[in-house]
């Protein structure tokens, strides 16, 4: 069995980890964790070139930052993997969360997709956009939406 796991840093991400740990997979599952660079300063041009320089230097402390997202969660997978029998790899790829999660999962023919849900309200998420929603109606396989503690309050 193939598993995405699409995490963030955030405590709703932790769970999604918890909840791959939590679990028996079969002999010879892989689980990839993906980290998504997304750049919350848009890349608009500006006569001064102030956005671009500001959205190139936030990409370029997240492309510093993500390893050390994705690298202690693989950790804690392979320290929970008492049977030895999961492959962990990791892969950081920038764009929109909600397309490169749907894309990577085609490309690694993941059978099933695991991500935390941040449990935004309304209009929260009208702005936003939601991630984990997207992914459930995009996704060409399965795709299980880990609520954390505070999102499912």
């Known amino acids: 069995m193939k598993i995405l796991l699409a995490v963030d840093g ?3 991400s932790d769970a999604a980890v918890e909840e791959i740990c939590r679990r028996s997979w079969p002999a010879g599952s892989e689980v ?18 102030l956005t671009v320089a500001a959205h190139m ?12 997202l994705v690298e202690p969660d693989a950790d804690v997978i392979r320290r929970a ?8 790899t990791t892969r ?15 490309s690694f023919g993941a059978d099933l997709i695991v991500l935390g849900c941040h449990g935004y309200g309304p209009v929260k998420r009208f702005v936003l956009g939601s991630v984990s929603h997207a992914v459930v109606l995009h996704a060409g ?5 880990v609520r954390c503690a505070h999102a499912a309050a």
Do not use: Y
């Open 10 to 12: 955030s405590p709703c």
């Open 32 to 49: 990839m964790v993906l980290h998504v660079l997304h750049a919350s300063i848009p890349l608009v041009p500006d006569p001064f070139l």
């Open 57 to 68: 230097t936030q990409l370029n402390e997240l492309r510093e930052r993500a390893p050390r």
């Open 81 to 88: 993997d008492a049977a030895g029998g999961l492959a962990v």
């Open 92 to 106: 950081v790829v920038e764009g929109s969360p909600k397309q490169v999660i749907v894309d990577e999962a085609a």
């Open 141 to 145: 396989c399965s795709v299980e939406v």
